[in-house]
Nanobody
């Protein structure tokens, strides 16, 4: 069983930066596509970004140019660097792993098999 644990959330002012980490244990990390999702109060969970096994990345338009996803297969960790944060980025952020990724980017919730517990990111105006 794969376990994912996020860290790095917190309170930051608008325009600031945060770096989220997601450490995985179990499974074969290097073979998974990895993603970050977020859920704001009263809203559905939404896709943020994903990184394929080959390192290819894809971003939601709302975060493109501000957020960067990366992975370290030696450390079984995926990162989300968030810059130029806005109040509308406030949400619980979840990392997820797709154990059978296809040739395309995994952007749908349903693609992912394993989820972390989430970490709160709050951006004040």
């Amino acid at each position: 069983q794969v376990r994912l644990v996020e860290s790095g959330g917190g309170l930051v002012q608008a325009g600031g930066s945060l770096r989220l980490s997601c450490a995985a244990s179990g499974g074969t990390f290097s073979t998974y596509a990895l993603g970050w999702f977020r859920q704001a109060p009263g809203k559905e969970r939404e896709f943020v970004t994903t990184i394929r096994r080959d390192g290819g990345t894809y971003y939601a338009s709302s975060v493109k140019g501000r957020f960067t996803i990366s992975r370290d297969n030696a450390e079984n960790t995926v990162y989300l660097q968030m810059n130029s944060l806005k109040p509308e980025d406030t949400a619980v952020y979840f990392c997820a792993a797709d154990r059978n990724p296809g040739p395309f980017y995994s952007t749908a919730n349903q693609r992912y098999d394993y989820w972390g517990q989430g970490t709160q990111v709050t951006v004040s105006s």
